[in-house]
């Protein structure tokens, strides 16, 4: 885990106040059988306290991509059900803090994103950013290792599954892919991954598109790939996933897909993609 420096810790004025909601979400699992399985999801919230005054941006861009991956929540939690998975689930806006981001990455607190403005990010000192890491980084992140922690009783490995959401269109470029796997350097759920959703027939998938995990990917690094974990990202496309019923749809594809990588017990494949 990523540290800050914390001198000043004990004299900051708390970020979330009595009446704010928890920095994250915590689901719990059916125990049963079968390989442990977790799920996340970074950004699940577009919540940001009244008294940040949304952080000067607009109704509309605080509604949008830029703070928070539409869709991604509904989608985890009906994964969660459906494979009876526990999940941890972020609370707050990515604008406030972008918890797939080291604490120490200039992007974990955007000045500027999606070529939108943030006002209430610019010029943050260190003590506003320390205070942003120990409301929210750090209990996301804890409640992930606690959750990881409680699945290797009895000696299984678990495997870690993110969950984004991505614009069809970027400065005006369309993104053609519908869905999106994303790995680092450990392609053990990858690489089965991408071969059956390509064999479908249906669906345009983005091997590490539209985003590479070899440059973002702080939060399966950090508690995947550093433990040995198989793990893999999946990111689809937002406006697949804008109704319930293309959540539903995507819930079941996901559900269908990672029940048979876990069938074929999940590590023994291992590769890479290109």
Do not use: K
């Amino acid at each position: 885990m990523v540290e800050m420096h914390t001198s000043w810790r004990r004299r900051l004025p708390p970020l979330l106040e009595a009446g704010d909601p928890p920095a994250c979400e915590s689901l719990v699992g059916e125990a049963g059988g079968g390989v442990p399985l977790l799920l996340v999801c970074d950004h699940a919230s577009n919540h940001v306290p009244e008294r940040f005054g949304r952080l000067g941006v607009s109704p509309a861009d605080l509604a949008g991509h830029i703070a928070w991956d539409i869709g991604a929540a509904a989608v985890t939690r009906a994964l969660s059900r459906r494979l009876g998975a526990p999940a941890v689930l972020s609370g707050y806006s990515r604008l406030l803090m972008d918890l797939n981001r080291a604490p120490d990455d200039p992007s974990a607190f955007p000045e500027v994103s999606g070529g939108v403005a943030i006002p209430g990010n610019r010029g943050l000192d260190d003590a506003e950013r320390e205070r942003r890491h120990e409301a929210l980084f750090r209990p996301y992140h804890d409640a992930i290792a606690a959750a990881v922690t409680g699945l290797r009783c009895g000696g299984r490995q678990p495997v870690l599954v993110s969950i984004h959401s991505f614009t069809p269109c970027l400065c005006g470029d369309p993104r053609p892919w519908h869905v999106g796997v994303l790995w680092n350097r450990d392609s053990r759920l990858a690489a089965p991954a991408i071969e059956r959703l390509c064999a479908r027939g249906d669906l345009c998938v983005g091997r590490n598109q539209p985003y590479s995990a070899r440059e973002v990917g702080f939060t399966l690094d950090a508690h995947a790939h550093a433990a040995g974990l198989a793990h893999v990202t999946f990111e689809i496309r937002q406006d697949l996933v804008a109704d319930e019923r293309g959540r539903a749809r995507w819930a079941d594809l996901l559900g269908e897909l990672v029940t048979g990588l876990l069938a074929d017990s999940c590590g023994d494949r291992s590769g890479t993609v290109g």
